[in-house]
T-cell receptor, first 114, second 113 residues
């Protein structure tokens, strides 16, 4: 059974039209991550939550925001998508703290901007 | 800032050969290191997790070693099969910045029948 679920798998949006990607987990992990991955590149961390604490990467554009209303769900909002935002968006979870545990990823959402 | 490097970027081997994939990282203060597999257009599948106190982990044909002091990990895949063709990524977790996972660029593997 899928433990980290991302919806939708494929999203097409218009240039400048706000879009929201969603992620849910059944693992009760306290850390959730959002990564952006462009073709043939490493996943790039956008931000992550450690419990309710939001941690934004210094180079994450202001155009990207996130919400985590509860432990199970996390959303990625792109306020005004540009052509350069077309990518695979990956959500991951893990249990944080000393030692840490295995990180689990969803299947990703492929975003196309037209 | 933690930097993770994977060499080579691509690798092609005939079926049956052993695969050796390398991962290096600059900051040895890590909690753990994880190896992933990614098929085209898909998410990441976890293969092995090595805690900082461990030297190696094994799962079936996969064996991963960790030398934290030198900032290196190696993933060995024995007796490769065409189904092993994928991109393999390593990621390190460090504790100082809230359990961030930092990825290498990956090694794209092709196993020829």
């Amino acid at each position: 059974d899928a433990m980290v679920i991302q919806n939708p798998r494929y999203q097409v949006t218009q240039f400048g039209k706000p879009v929201t990607l969603s992620c849910s987990q059944t693992l009760n992990h306290n850390v959730m991550y959002w990564y952006q991955q462009k073709s043939s590149q490493a996943p790039k961390l956008l931000f992550h939550y450690y419990d309710k604490d939001f941690n934004n990467e210094a180079d994450t554009p202001d155009n990207f925001q996130s919400r985590r209303p509860n432990t199970s769900f996390c959303f990625l909002d792109i306020r005004s998508p540009g052509l350069g935002d077309a990518a695979m968006y990956l959500c991951a979870t893990s249990r944080g703290g000393t030692g840490g545990t295995e990180a689990f990823f969803g299947q990703g959402t492929r975003l196309t901007v037209v | 800032k933690q930097e993770v490097t994977q060499i080579p970027a691509a690798l092609s081997v005939p079926e049956g050969e052993n695969l050796v994939l390398n991962c290096s990282f600059t900051d040895s203060a890590i909690y753990n290191l994880q190896w992933f597999r990614q098929d085209p257009g898909k998410g990441l599948t976890s293969l092995l997790l090595i805690q900082s106190s461990q030297r190696e982990q094994t799962s079936g044909r996969l064996n991963a070693s960790l030398d934290k002091s030198s900032g290196r990990s190696t993933l060995y895949i024995a007796a490769s099969q065409p189904g092993d063709s994928a991109t393999y990524l390593c990621a390190v977790r460090r504790g100082a910045a809230g359990n961030k996972l930092t990825f290498g660029g990956g090694t794209r593997v092709l196993v020829k029948p």
